[in-house]
């Protein structure tokens, strides 16, 4: 650019590479200064190099220099911009004066935009410096060099715009301002809009004046070309920028009319090349932000601009896809919203919507969720059309199967929007909507045939009619005149009056009698002559007068009748038809606008039901987010009263004891809107209807629901969210001063219960109450009642682990308390009577007594007692009543006596809970008081010590620590000791013979070995639950049962004694894992019982086992893996459990995965090859180590050299197409490939591999890795080609055998079939201890031949000494662990 002549410069200048110095700069300043007030802004002709040299050494000069120098030409600029409008209107100014005066302005405007530039430069340094971690006094350097600027950079920029506003074009001539000074005021705007920090809050200032400055430009100076490539540039350079240049760009619409430049921005970018932007990942993100904020702002113009756009949409980049869905979501929402748009606004806005739906199902998850959030703005600004609510609710509910968790996440948001804004109903329940469809449907039927027109037959006009009607007339007429022949009578005669003679022959007519009515006239024209309508038209013809009068009578034409009758308002008459026709006409349009809406929400309420069954599965992904929204969406449609969705928030109740804080939150979140939050007014109000509302809850919910609610409601009143009146009904309820049914009353029970875990002293202070009116005469009504009144006050008894932290004694009862008289009064009156509620009362009673009773053993034996008295009384009827019991079917007999099933059933369940409640007594409740009197008794004697020690030596010496480490091994055998001492009780007391349980062990062995005479299904279970009780006793009597156990296990035919046994078996096996580990494979077995519930119970027992590391676990886990392909839902979730949890044991499932492979693969294990491949992808997917991936590649490689089948093949290579294949992996398959080379002649292990390959290459790979998987698939493709060729020769001539593949077992039917046979009695030999076969396979005996048990069910005589097998010394273990016995799910 020309900064003027030469001539204005001062000759006294200094080189321009040696930095002015302060005197030199304060002696030119001051010149400057002082021609400035002399001559104005024309001093910088004279004075340009003072200021020039200041911007050319800025790096270098100080900051005093540098601030004043911008100053100074801040004031310049200024005096100029004032004088110019003067200036310009002096129609007398010269050319030399012009000339002086623009050159003056394209110098300081040179200086002073330069200036800005060099400060703008600086200020963006020292930020980056700002940011720099190790750089020291930041702050200081900051502060000194920007200062000033800061400060004067929005006056500069009011200046600037201020100087543009002027109409400049008078300096240049009255042409357009040079292009190259526009450059020169805008690039300060575009250099500042480049700091990264100018979209702050504090710049917001900058921001507008910048905004002002290039809209003056853009309306005074023809800015618009350059500033459309300058601003796309910027976007595609300067991410930051876009919403900057949105926002000006949309002020520059609206305020300034700069419209055109919307469309010049938006064609320029429509016209950038799809493939480029899908490179420039940078400049994409600019573009699509500048498009999305302009959208929001000014959507009117970006529709009328959006065709320029819409090539993109097809384009690579999933960011521009997402940029223009959004502006037309906009677009849709701001612009084409509403009833009232024209036609051609409507099917733009119909044409939108289905782009939109059509990039639901984009390839690129982030444009499905994308769409999928933009729908959801949509429907909640109300913008969706109702014609279109159904397809995109079909669209979202089949999101819910989508891969990605975003996607999955933002379509449960948009169900839930739905729910909000539908316009049907509050209540969406599609059975409740069903019927009054149904009903309208019938009506609007109905309505359809009634106004459906009747078949009309041609109308013919009364003219045509007589006209045809003519010859038949004439001649009757004719006849008149002819003699009456023989037999014809004249019998008609003209009425009195015109009128009705009129009637009568026109009656005649239409009846045909011609005839008559012609002699009608005839008679009548003499009558009547000279009546209308009896006059003749004057002919001498007779006939021709009768036949007018006819004609005028028939066709209604005749003159007299239309001038004696008043004039009628036809048009009248049409408007009311008219309307009586309209009026159905419109019933039948509402009738049909009802089906409509009915029918649509109808179809959203299926739609809806649908979408809660697929979000119900998805509480327990791994993704947090997609919980909580689902969470979040069961709430929501709770509030809609869906009937489905009392199932979902019941699926929720165990994410409460989740280990995500997020998702408990939620829980808790949604439990408290749901039923904390009613709509009530009164507080006794919104009491009643959150205990309804929790009441429903527990209707037939499982212990573990009830356990969960539990969890909830103990927070709840933690945090005191729930209020008195809540716990005043429930005591209300349970007393019965408020009215309400025995299920109502157990729930209230159940609930006082839930809130004392939160609150004991709520059970505390009521226990006399919940005494007295629950375990009162009425009790034996009805169990349930006293069953719940026993959990709630079992909430009393504290935790003896917590007891002992605390140092304090346990909370329990005198013996002669008034709770266990009543327990003990109503367990023995339910002995004898039939009741299917009184075995889980009565194991209630026994478990809080041991809990809370002082002396506990003595209450229950006395209740044993009892009730074994009761049984010998009955046993011991008269005679006449034991004759009936052979026949009666309820009754059980030996020989000796009868008795009925249910009372040897209760004595039976009695006895074994007495026998576990006493073991769980010494081992925790005694094992720890104990130990908390030994620690106070160690503490005690500890001070005592101390003490003296003070008073003996002051001084502290370290024989301190001695005595310390002796206390601790003091304590350590205390403990043992502790432990010894319930060991040898058990042992060694509770089962001797002066003990009462012993006295009923003989009973219990007996029906167990006796199922054919005691064949009743609960006394077998419960006889089979009660021997595992007693086994838990010692582990002599366990060892020498064990074999009796585990064979009823296995032969029962009854399923809940399977189920049962199972459940004992996992018991003993923590207790005495010693004994019970030779029998492992026996509990594996039951993993292919045919009975769902014996497998369901099975694959817990297993999971607690293996995870908590009783069972080891061997190439028999893959019968857990069998699981996951079981025909009952509920079974593969126990399995997927399972795996889930082993997963996050280190690599467990890792080091799991080859004898898996191997046992499921192999020909005899009975699993097909599809239920292979689900199992293999199911346990693949927690392999995520790259590590372990590699490792596993060798392997299967590996593997295949020791394959025998064809089969086997398939499915190795299943198994490594199941893999992410690395790099590295890659390299293990090419020094592996010798293994499987000879397989790749089979087509499925060839297709495995290419599959392998395939998404090897779509992960993306580097150049040198592309070549080593061509090579590779090279070589597959050569071994799959000479295996075909090798294969074609030997069918043509050689005789060298095929490889047969290996014959499959025929499955009978889906049920899985064991791997060995389940009934050989060889099986039940009581397997050797651990030891002793090691040392056996050591000395290589051979095998001892092995004791057969015979199983006897049916024959009494055998004793008992036959049925029972004993081991030898060598083969019971000398070791035995005694562990705490867990909690066990039990059976009835």
């Known amino acids: 650019m020309k900064t003027g002549t030469g001539e204005g410069c001062s000759q006294g200048g200094r080189p321009e590479s040696c930095p002015p110095c302060r005197c030199w700069q304060r002696r030119h300043a001051a010149a400057f200064r002082a021609a400035f007030r002399a001559q104005g802004a024309l001093a910088v002709l004279q004075h340009f190099d003072c200021v020039y040299s200041v911007l050319h050494h800025f790096r270098t000069v100080g900051t005093a220099v540098k601030e004043d120098a911008l100053e100074l030409m801040m004031h310049v600029v200024s005096h100029h911009s004032n004088e110019l409008p003067t200036i310009l209107s002096d129609s007398g100014l010269s050319h030399t004066d012009r000339a002086a005066h623009l050159n003056a302005l394209k110098m300081n405007c040179y200086l002073l935009t330069g200036l800005m530039d060099a400060f703008e430069m600086e200020t963006c340094k020292n930020s980056c410096l700002e940011a720099d971690p190790g750089r020291k006094n930041r702050k200081n350097h900051a502060k000194t060099s920007g200062s000033l600027w800061e400060e004067e950079r929005e006056p500069l920029l009011r200046l600037l715009t201020q100087l543009l506003q002027?109409?400049?074009?008078?300096?240049?001539?009255?042409?357009?301002?040079?292009?190259?000074?526009?450059?020169?005021?805008?690039?300060?705007?575009?250099?500042?809009?480049?700091?990264?920090?100018?979209?702050?809050?504090?710049?917001?200032?900058?921001?507008?004046?910048?905004?002002?400055?290039?809209?003056?430009?853009?309306?005074?100076?023809?800015?618009?070309?350059?500033?459309?490539?300058?601003?796309?540039?910027?976007?595609?350079?300067?991410?930051?920028?876009?919403?900057?240049?949105?926002?000006?760009?949309?002020?520059?619409?609206?305020?300034?009319?700069?419209?055109?430049?919307?469309?010049?921005?938006?064609?320029?970018?429509?016209?950038?090349?799809?493939?480029?932007?899908?490179?420039?990942?940078?400049?994409?993100?600019?573009?699509?932000?500048?498009?999305?904020?302009?959208?929001?702002?000014?959507?009117?113009?970006?529709?009328?601009?959006?065709?320029?756009?819409?090539?993109?949409?097809?384009?690579?980049?999933?960011?521009?896809?997402?940029?223009?869905?959004?502006?037309?979501?906009?677009?849709?929402?701001?612009?084409?919203?509403?009833?009232?748009?024209?036609?051609?606004?409507?099917?733009?806005r119909d044409k939108f919507l289905d782009m939109l739906q059509a990039h639901v199902c984009d390839v690129h998850s982030f444009v499905r969720s994308r769409v999928l959030q933009l729908f959801t703005r949509i429907v909640q600004c109300k913008a969706l059309p109702l014609t279109q609510f159904q397809s995109v609710v079909s669209l979202a509910v089949g999101r819910l199967k989508d891969k990605s968790v975003l996607v999955v996440k933002n379509a449960i948001q948009l169900l839930a929007a739905f729910l909000s804004n539908n316009p049907f109903s509050s209540k969406l329940s599609w059975t409740d909507l069903d019927e009054p469809l149904k009903k309208e449907v019938q009506k609007l039927k109905e309505m359809r045939d009634r106004s459906r027109p009747t078949a009309v037959a041609p109308v013919i006009a009364p003219e045509e009619e007589w006209e045809a009607m003519l010859p038949e007339v004439r001649a009757a007429t004719q006849q008149l005149f002819q003699p009456l022949q023989e037999g014809e009578e004249e019998v008609l005669e003209v009425e009195e009056t015109v009128e009705k003679t009129v009637e009568q022959i026109t009656g005649l007519l239409k009846k045909l009698n011609y005839k008559s009515a012609a002699r009608l006239t005839q008679k009548a024209l003499c009558r009547f002559q000279g009546k209308e309508p009896f006059i003749g038209p004057g002919e001498e013809n007779e006939e021709a007068t009768i036949l007018g009068v006819l004609k005028r009578l028939y066709t209604g034409s005749c003159p007299g009748e239309n001038s004696e009758d008043p004039p009628c308002d036809s048009s009248s008459d049409k408007i009311e038809e008219v309307v009586q026709e309209e009026q159905p006409q419109t019933e039948l349009v509402k009738q049909e606008m009802l089906v409509h809406?009915?029918?649509?929400?109808?179809?959203?309420?299926?739609?809806?039901?649908?979408?809660?069954?697929?979000?119900?599965?998805?509480?327990?992904?791994?993704?947090?987010?997609?919980?909580?929204?689902?969470?979040?969406?069961?709430?929501?449609?709770?509030?809609?009263?869906?009937?489905?969705?009392?199932?979902?928030?019941?699926?929720?109740?165990?994410?409460?004891?989740?280990?995500?804080?997020?998702?408990?939150?939620?829980?808790?979140?949604?439990?408290?809107?749901?039923?904390?939050?009613?709509?009530?007014?009164?507080?006794?109000?919104?009491?009643?209807?959150?205990?309804?509302?929790?009441?429903?809850?527990?209707?037939?919910?499982?212990?573990?629901?009830?356990?969960?609610?539990?969890?909830?409601?103990?927070?709840?009143?933690?945090?005191?969210?729930?209020?008195?009146?809540?716990?005043?009904?429930?005591?209300?309820?349970?007393?019965?001063?408020?009215?309400?049914?025995?299920?109502?009353?157990?729930?209230?029970?159940?609930?006082?219960?839930?809130?004392?875990?939160?609150?004991?002293?709520?059970?505390?202070?009521?226990?006399?109450?919940?005494?007295?009116?629950?375990?009162?005469?009425?009790?034996?009504?009805?169990?349930?009642?006293?069953?719940?009144?026993?959990?709630?006050?079992?909430?009393?008894?504290?935790?003896?682990?917590?007891?002992?932290?605390?140092?304090?004694?346990?909370?329990?009862?005198?013996?002669?308390?008034?709770?266990?008289?009543?327990?003990?009064?109503?367990?023995?009156?339910?002995?004898?009577?039939?009741s299917s509620h009184w075995i889980p009362f009565m194991e209630a009673a026994v478990t809080l007594i041991y809990q809370l009773a002082e002396g506990a053993e003595e209450i229950c034996a006395d209740i044993l007692h009892v009730c074994s008295q009761q049984a010998l009384e009955k046993l011991q009827e008269p005679d006449e009543q034991k004759a009936d019991a052979e026949d009666s079917p309820h009754r059980v007999s030996d020989g000796s006596g009868s008795l009925s099933t249910f009372l040897l059933l209760h004595l039976v369940a009695l006895v074994g809970q007495v026998a576990l409640q006493q073991v769980a007594y010494l081992e925790v409740s005694v094992s720890a008081e104990l130990r908390r009197r030994r620690l106070l008794k160690e503490e005690k004697t500890k001070k005592q010590s101390d003490t003296s020690t003070n008073k003996q030596r002051p001084q502290s010496t370290g024989n301190e620590t001695t005595m310390e480490e002796e206390l601790g091994l003091v304590g350590a055998t205390a403990d043992d000791t502790e432990v010894e001492l319930i060991r040898n009780i058990c042992e060694t007391e509770l089962l001797d013979e002066k003990h009462l349980l012993s006295a009923f062990v003989p009973l219990v062995l007996k029906i167990c070995n006796n199922p054919g005479l005691y064949s009743d299904s609960a006394l077998s279970a419960a006889a089979a639950l009660t021997l595992g009780k007693l086994c838990m006793i010692s582990s002599e009597f366990c060892d020498s049962h064990l074999r009796l156990l585990f064979t009823m296990m296995e032969k029962s035919t009854l399923p809940d004694v399977r189920s049962n046994l199972i459940i004992a078996a996992g018991d003993l096996a923590i207790r005495f894992p010693n004994l019970v580990e030779p029998w492992t494979s026996h509990l594996y077995a039951r993993l292919r019982d045919p009975c769902p519930s014996v497998r369901q119970t099975a694959g817990l027992v297993m999971t607690h086992l293996i995870l908590k590391d009783m069972v080891k676990v061997k190439g028999q886990v893959s019968e857990m893996a069998t699981l996951l392909i079981d025909p009952e839902e509920a079974i593969v979730q126990v399995a997927q459990n399972f795996f889930g949890e082993l997963a996050n044991k280190g690599n467990a499932v890792y080091n799991l995965l080859p004898d898996i492979i191997s046992h499921l693969s192999d020909p005899n294990s009975g699993i097909e090859e599809e239920s292979f491949h689900t199992i293999m992808r199911h346990l693949f997917s927690y392999i995520t180590k790259d590590k372990q991936t590699e490792s596993l590649v060798e392997k299967l490689c590996q593997r295949f050299r020791t394959a025998r089948t064809e089969r086997q093949y398939r499915d190795l290579s299943h198994c490594l197409a199941l893999l992410p294949i690395s790099e590295r992996g890659l390299h293990k398959l090419q020094d592996n490939y010798d293994c499987f080379a000879d397989k790749l002649q089979d087509p499925a292990v060839y297709n495995c591999f290419q599959t392998v390959l395939a998404r090897f290459r779509r992960a993306g790979v580097k150049p040198e890795t592309k070549t080593l998987a061509e090579e590779l698939e090279q070589k597959l493709s050569a071994s799959h080609n000479r295996g075909l060729d090798s294969t074609e020769t030997c069918q043509d001539g050689s005789q060298t055998p095929m490889p047969v593949p290996a014959k499959r077992k025929p499955i009978e039917s889906s049920c899985r079939q064991p791997l060995s046979p389940a009934n050989s009695d060889n099986d039940f030999v009581t397997p050797l201890s651990r030891t002793l076969r090691n040392h056996k396979r050591a000395q290589k005996r051979p095998p001892r031949k092995k004791t057969i048990i015979t199983f006897s069910s049916d024959e009494e005589n055998n004793s008992e000494d036959e049925l029972l097998g004993e081991l030898r010394e060598e083969e019971t273990p000398t070791k035995t662990t005694p562990i705490t016995r867990s909690s066990a799910r039990r059976r009835r």
């Open 166 to 348: 002027l109409d400049l074009r008078q300096l240049w001539g009255g042409l357009a301002v040079e292009e190259e000074f526009v450059s020169l005021m805008t690039g300060s705007c575009y250099r500042i809009l480049e700091n990264p920090s100018i979209g702050l809050q504090r710049y917001r200032v900058t921001r507008e004046a910048v905004t002002h400055l290039l809209a003056a430009a853009l309306v005074h100076c023809d800015h618009m070309f350059s500033a459309t490539l300058k601003i796309t540039q910027m976007l595609q350079h300067f991410e930051h920028v876009a919403p900057v240049f949105a926002q000006a760009v949309s002020l520059w619409a609206k305020e300034y009319g700069l419209k055109s430049l919307v469309g010049e921005l938006l064609r320029e970018i429509g016209q950038k090349c799809p493939q480029d932007l899908a490179r420039e990942a940078s400049g994409v993100k600019g573009y699509a932000t500048f498009i999305s904020e302009l959208a929001e702002q000014i959507p009117t113009l970006v529709l009328s601009n959006m065709s320029v756009l819409l090539p993109h949409l097809d384009g690579e980049s999933y960011t521009m896809r997402n940029a223009i869905l959004a502006a037309m979501a906009e677009v849709l929402v701001q612009v084409l919203n509403g009833d009232q748009l024209e036609e051609a606004a409507r099917g733009t």
């Open 597 to 834: 809406y009915l029918q649509d929400a109808y179809n959203f309420s299926v739609k809806i039901t649908e979408a809660l069954n697929l979000i119900s599965k998805m509480m327990y992904e791994n993704s947090v987010s997609v919980v909580q929204e689902a969470i979040e969406f069961f709430v929501t449609v709770s509030q809609f009263g869906v009937p489905q969705a009392l199932l979902g928030v019941r699926r929720m109740l165990p994410l409460v004891w989740s280990k995500e804080p997020g998702i408990k939150e939620a829980v808790l979140n949604a439990y408290r809107q749901l039923y904390l939050s009613p709509s009530e007014d009164s507080e006794r109000a919104k009491a009643q209807a959150l205990v309804h509302s929790l009441s429903l809850i527990m209707v037939d919910a499982s212990l573990a629901t009830i356990q969960c609610l539990e969890e909830i409601i103990s927070e709840f009143v933690q945090k005191d969210e729930i209020k008195p009146a809540v716990t005043q009904l429930l005591w209300e309820r349970f007393t019965e001063k408020s009215p309400c049914s025995s299920l109502e009353r157990r729930a209230a029970v159940m609930l006082l219960g839930m809130m004392a875990r939160g609150k004991p002293e709520i059970i505390g202070s009521n226990l006399d109450i919940l005494v007295t009116m629950g375990l009162s005469e009425k009790a034996c009504e009805d169990y349930r009642l006293p069953q719940e009144v026993c959990n709630v006050i079992s909430n009393l008894a504290g935790n003896p682990k917590t007891a002992l932290e605390k140092s304090s004694a346990p909370f329990r009862l005198p013996q002669n308390h008034m709770l266990f008289g009543c327990l003990s009064e109503t367990v023995s009156k339910g002995f004898a009577q039939p």
